[in-house]
């Protein structure tokens, strides 16, 4: 059963354009995790969001923590080729000290 | 300071033949995660060691997949024999606990493994 669903799976869009990308789950998590993957690498934490309802901007990237703690959007404005890459958003259970990865949303930006 | 280490880069093997991949995470890390990533999916939590003990092997298909964190530093996955669904980047991370919640993990650039 996979706990955490992002849609849309694959994006392609122009520079300078804005997109959302979203994590859904059934579960609630007392955290979540958005990653960014480039090709031959592994993941890279971007931010950590916890409380219900959190906003957090890290320049053009904004994140957002639903208010059950079930669900989060990370949005890109004016995107970059720069920006091109796996987004893969993760959450951490209650008691547990792992992480479960979503399915991951291929983000390809076009100069 | 140095990040999570991982060898080799890439690795190509028939079935039913044996690999072993290594990590060496970052330095003070207790806690060592391996994960796998088929093409196209998610990372899936193999393994988690703390220090040198096992806390989370669920999801590790141990008729084929072992792990051991000898010392509480680095560590090996071998998979013994493979098969072709095995065939996908292997994951080491570290963090520094307990607080994995906030401050996540530091993964290493992975193993390609392709069985034929």
């Known amino acids: 059963t996979q706990l955490l669903e992002q849609s849309p799976q694959f994006l392609s869009i122009q520079e300078g354009e804005n997109l959302t990308v979203y994590c859904n789950s059934s579960?609630?998590?007392?955290?979540l995790q958005w990653y960014r993957q480039e090709p031959g690498e592994g993941p890279v934490l971007l931010v950590t969001?916890?409380?219900?309802?959190e906003v957090k901007k890290l320049k053009r990237l904004t994140f957002q923590f639903g208010d059950a703690r079930k669900d989060s959007s990370l949005h890109i404005t004016a995107a970059q080729p720069g920006d091109t890459g796996l987004y893969l958003c993760?959450?951490?259970?209650?008691?547990?000290?792992?992480?479960?990865f979503g399915t991951g949303t291929r983000l390809t930006v076009i100069p | 300071e140095a990040g999570v280490a991982q060898s080799p880069r890439y690795k190509i093997i028939e079935k039913r033949q044996s690999v072993a991949f290594w990590c060496n995470p970052i330095?003070?890390?207790?806690?060592l995660y391996w994960y796998q990533q088929i093409l196209g999916q998610g990372p899936k939590l193999l393994i988690q060691?703390?220090?040198?003990?096992?806390?989370?092997d669920s999801q590790l298909p141990k008729d084929r997949f072992s792990a051991e964190r000898l010392k509480g530093v680095d560590s090996t996955l071998k998979i013994q024999p493979a098969k072709l669904e095995d065939s996908a980047v292997y994951l080491c991370?570290?963090?520094?606990?307990?607080?994995?919640?906030?401050?996540?993990?530091?993964f290493g650039s992975g193993t390609r493994l392709t069985v034929v």
């Open positions: 991370a570290s963090s520094g606990g307990v607080n994995t919640r906030v401050y996540g993990y530091t």
């Open positions: 579960s609630v998590f007392s955290s």
């Open positions: 969001v916890v409380t219900g309802g």
């Open positions: 993760a959450g951490a259970r209650t008691g547990a000290n792992n992480l479960f």
């Open positions: 330095s003070g890390h207790a806690t």
């Open positions: 060691f703390q220090n040198n003990g096992v806390v989370d």
